[in-house]
């Protein structure tokens, strides 16, 4: 954690001459953008292992009706469709997870108000006088509203909810085009379940707003950064999405 902190400092250092007070704000949203960067390769291995399982979604859907009554048979058979494919029933969802650890890591970093047993200096500047390691709550006691602190976090509470109806309506046509029905009407296993789900899932994206308002500014700077990367990103990996029922999965997921 302190190579990483010393990392974002010395990028601090190097924008100064541009950014001014501002340069830490800069270089966190910076460090930000290149691991989204370095990290995308994994994403677009999520995104053809869904849309690899997406593509067997008629498959699986007629094998589901054959074995509806043993579902044994059903797992044997989807199983073996898999393999007979060659895609592998976690496709989408491993490279997804690997990049979990290096998300928690730099979310640690820029919230934590130590870092290897010493002050994290990374939170002691500031934002238009903001300081990044101040909350929001503490934005509207100094000024307002409408102060120099409070308009800094409507900034980002208006580009997050710009983002957030973005994926609000991405998701909703998603899921449009990929009801969560069983074939032939019927009821499927955890139906309930994937129903309640379908109507969440479009407002899980403005979550992001109770994020950016409790957590430090430096913190919210990254998951304000990352979920922007996020939605344009996901916008272009899966603008060819397999439609049909099923071929939702983790595309929709915010």
Request: overall charge positive; hydrophobic content about 50%.
């Amino acid at each position: 954690m302190s190579v990483f902190a010393n990392l974002v400092a010395d990028l601090a250092d190097l924008l100064e001459p541009l950014f001014r007070a501002g340069a830490m704000a800069a270089a966190i949203v910076l460090v930000t953008a290149c691991v989204r960067l370095l990290v995308h390769p994994l994403s677009r291995a999520a995104a053809r292992g869904q849309k690899a399982r997406a593509k067997l979604s008629p498959q699986i859907a007629a094998l589901r009706a054959k074995h509806a009554k043993n579902p044994e048979k059903f797992q044997r058979a989807l199983l073996e469709l898999h393999r007979k494919e060659q895609v592998s029933p976690l496709a989408g969802c491993l490279p997804g997870l690997v990049q979990l650890p290096v998300f928690f890591l730099l979310y640690h970093l820029f919230s934590s108000t130590r870092i290897g047993g010493e002050a994290n200096e990374l939170l002691d500047h500031e934002l238009f006088t903001a300081p990044l390691g101040g909350r929001w709550a503490d934005a509207l006691g100094d000024g307002g509203l409408l102060g120099a602190p409070g308009l800094v976090y409507l900034a980002l509470f208006a580009l997050v909810t710009a983002v957030a109806t973005f994926n609000y309506r991405r998701t909703k046509r998603q899921l449009a085009a990929n009801p969560p029905a069983a074939p032939g009407g019927e009821q499927a296993p955890g139906a309930g379940v994937m129903a309640a789900m379908t109507r969440v899932m479009p407002f899980l994206s403005f979550m992001t707003l109770f994020t950016v308002a409790v957590v430090p500014l430096a913190a919210a700077l990254y998951v304000v950064t990352s979920t922007t990367w996020s939605a344009v990103e996901r916008a272009f990996l899966y603008r060819d999405m397999p439609t049909g029922s099923g071929a939702m999965g983790a595309a929709a997921v915010l």
